[in-house]
């Protein structure tokens, strides 16, 4: 007969380790929904939405093979339920087999089964990206983010892109296009990482028709819009208005959470020039567009302003500072403008590029028909130097001139002043003319473009021409556009020469001569001397002329998580 108390004590240890047992089993990890579909925003075809909800909280991984390619993202590193994520980065014209993995905090994981998703083809108006120099090993990582150009309107005799065909694109580092952004009603003529949640903002040149900003998200959304109130028309609905003239070229991000953009102004300014080539020729009275540089909040208040009209030489004058054509459609929707008594507005500043200097609350800005970068206090408004060829500046202008020092080469019709991590600064010196009025321009035909970096020191207002990238390592000449970037890794250089025009011997020609070609390359160059080549990528067909205004390397296509 078996011992009462002995019986109960053996229960008791059963029922014990069975709930001990039973704590230590957590439910297995298991997926309860998936679903894959087609992003329904047409504008962005070469992309997803997956949706995936789990028995418990998880992180997100997704397999993605095409047949040629097989790679592992992770669009979110957030620990959830439920996620619904897009899947970029595919190729055109393929089919896709997609897994996806949920991994718990315990470190368990579960596997979807296979999911298919195919890819429709590029338009047939796209370019096709072609690789011409790739050292592995030695690019920097990431996608390159950039907008094209088709031809523009009446610059050749023969069209064979659309007349507003403007993408956005993202390329991988073989040039292969895994994302791009084809609106219908503008053309994206600037795009840029914008912000820490993953979307973009462009810049929208939109015939007859508002123009602005626009932020999207990487899957086509519109999120906001601003427009500028002096010259809009046909305002898109949900649209920010912002009291300025214009939106153009070039923004930068501030501290505060406010952005700096560049904006315009016209001002009648009497006896002024009329022409670039004959100091004799007779003044007049005339409308002379200026840039207006502002601050503004997110909800278009517009916080404060600087104009250039008051901070450079009103009577000093560039080559191309009489160009009539680039303002002449913005402001003749402006009825405050009287051409009919002053004749079509002058491009005398045509800044086209604006860095904010955190270190001493300053903004530092390219003015290309100045041939002058500058840079501004921001609490004072007062110009603190000016780097540029000291042609024709008159005081107090000439006091703010930085002395070369050692070899400086001086830019011309500059793009895209940028910081690089050591304190200096690179420029696209596009080298159009590399003159100033009235001395002889340098002939097309021997014209070169150039990437260079800047050391300015302040205190003793000199300037050293550091680096550059140029005819002594590579002939090229990009008459218009352009932009050069530091990249962090890998400490490379990348160039864009967004905007070449040659004939079919690689010549410089004006492309209303029969046999022109425009066409547009993206270089990788070391930082060191002489530079090296280590990637480029050029978009140049036969029956086709392509153009890139700016270029951005990015972490990765899902830029906001890495």
């Excluded at 659309?162 to 390329?171: G, H, Q």
């Excluded at 021997?446 to 205190?459: F, G, I, K, L």
Aim: hydrophobic content about 35%; overall charge negative; some cysteine.
């Amino acid at each position: 007969m078996i011992n009462s108390s002995f019986a109960l004590t053996w229960i008791k240890l059963i029922l014990v380790s069975f709930v001990i047992y039973g704590c230590g089993q957590s439910p297995q990890l298991s997926i309860n929904t998936i679903d894959l579909i087609q992003n329904p925003n047409p504008t962005v075809p070469l992309a997803a939405i997956l949706s995936i909800s789990a028995s418990e909280p998880t992180t997100l991984s997704i397999n993605i093979d095409d047949g040629e390619k097989n790679w592992v993202i992770s669009p979110s590193d957030l620990m959830q339920s439920n996620h619904e994520v897009p899947v970029l980065g595919m190729r055109s014209d393929r089919m896709h087999t997609i897994t996806a993995s949920l991994t718990n905090a315990n470190g368990n994981s579960v596997t979807s089964d296979e999911l298919f998703f195919e890819t429709p083809p590029l338009p047939e108006a796209f370019p096709t990206p072609v690789i011409n120099a790739y050292e592995e090993g030695e690019i920097e990582p990431g996608v390159t983010l950039f907008n094209i150009n088709g031809r523009w309107n009446n610059d050749y005799p023969m069209v064979s892109t659309p007349e507003n065909f403007s993408p956005a694109i993202i390329v991988d580092d073989m040039g292969e296009i895994i994302w791009y952004y084809l609106p219908e009603d503008f053309r994206v003529h600037d795009v840029r990482p914008w912000g820490s949640e993953g979307n973009l903002v462009i810049e929208v040149w939109a015939p007859a028709a508002w123009g602005g900003k626009v932020e999207i998200d990487m899957l086509g959304n519109i999120k906001r819009r601003w427009h500028f109130t002096g010259t809009a028309e046909n305002i898109a609905e949900g649209s920010i208005p912002v009291e300025t003239d214009s939106y153009h070229h070039d923004y930068s991000e501030l501290p505060n959470g406010n952005i700096l953009l560049l904006s315009s102004e016209n001002r009648v300014i009497e006896n002024w020039y009329t022409s670039e080539t004959d100091p004799n020729a007779p003044r007049a009275d005339q409308n002379v567009i200026g840039d207006v540089i502002i601050e503004m909040t997110l909800e278009g208040e517009v916080i404060r302003e600087w104009k250039i009209h008051d901070i450079l030489d009103i009577n000093r004058i560039g080559y191309n500072s009489l160009r009539k054509n680039y303002w002449a459609n913005h402001y003749q929707y402006a009825d405050y403008v009287d051409t009919e008594t002053y004749g079509p507005v002058n491009d005398w500043s045509h800044g086209n590029a604006i860095i904010y200097e955190p270190k001493d609350h300053s903004f530092i800005m390219s003015v290309p028909y100045q041939d002058a970068v500058i840079k501004v206090d921001m609490d004072t408004g007062e110009l603190v130097w000016i780097l540029g060829n000291h042609d024709n500046w008159v005081e107090p202008w000439s006091d703010k001139l930085l002395t070369p020092v050692d070899h400086v080469e001086w830019s011309y019709k500059h793009h895209a002043i940028s910081h690089t991590e050591k304190g200096t600064f690179l420029l696209f010196d596009n080298g159009v003319g590399r003159a100033s009025p009235f001395d002889e321009r340098m002939p097309l035909e021997e014209s070169y473009s150039r990437a260079v970096e800047y050391a300015v020191d302040e205190e003793n207002m000199e300037v050293r021409e550091v680096w550059d990238y140029g005819p002594e390592d590579e002939v090229f000449f990009g008459k218009y556009l352009g932009d050069v970037d530091w990249l962090p890794q890998m400490d490379n250089v990348l160039i864009n020469a967004g905007g070449r025009e040659t004939n079919s011997e690689g010549v410089n020609q004006i492309p209303q001569i029969e046999g022109t070609q425009r066409w547009a390359s993206l270089m990788e160059v070391t930082n060191d001397s002489p530079p090296k080549k280590v990637w480029e990528m050029q978009l140049k067909q036969d029956d086709s002329n392509w153009a890139i205004y700016r270029s951005e390397r990015l972490p990765s296509i899902y830029h906001w998580i890495d």
